[in-house]
């Protein structure tokens, strides 16, 4: 599966953006999700996961609150809605997904990424 990230930006602290992860090439709904992010220096780091079906989701506690992570499998799509953006928002996200109905929280798990879409927050 071929994935795509998109919708990321430049947004004041407080505001929200909403990225996307098209996949195309196999069947979307066979695939887990997760979204991660990686700033300037730092390590790769767990955002957001979820299943397959859609029916289970689970968030980093940094974002636990602000960010919901969904899913649209007629149109092969992952969203996460950001709310309440904050300065330490600021990374390139990537999408990522693996096959199966479970997620999981390490990078490394994961078999096909996309490409990363930046968001920077100011304050």
């Known amino acids: 599966v071929q994935l795509q990230a998109s919708g990321g930006g430049l947004v004041q602290a407080g505001g929200s953006l909403r990225l996307s992860c098209a996949a195309s090439g196999r069947t979307f709904s066979s695939y887990a999700t997760g979204w991660f992010r990686q700033a300037p220096g730092k390590e790769r780091e767990f955002v957001a996961a979820?299943?397959?079906?859609?029916?289970?989701?689970y968030y980093a506690d940094s974002v636990k609150g602000r960010f919901t992570i969904s899913r649209d499998n007629a149109k092969n799509t992952v969203y996460l809605q950001m709310n309440s953006l904050k300065p330490e928002d600021t990374a390139v996200y990537y999408c990522?997904?693996?096959?199966?109905?479970?997620?999981?929280?390490?990078?490394?798990?994961?078999?096909?990424w996309g490409q990363g879409t930046l968001v920077t927050v100011s304050s």
């Open positions: 979820i299943s397959r079906s859609g029916s289970s989701t």
């Open positions: 990522a997904s693996r096959q199966g109905e479970s997620y999981y929280l390490t990078p490394i798990l994961y078999n096909y």
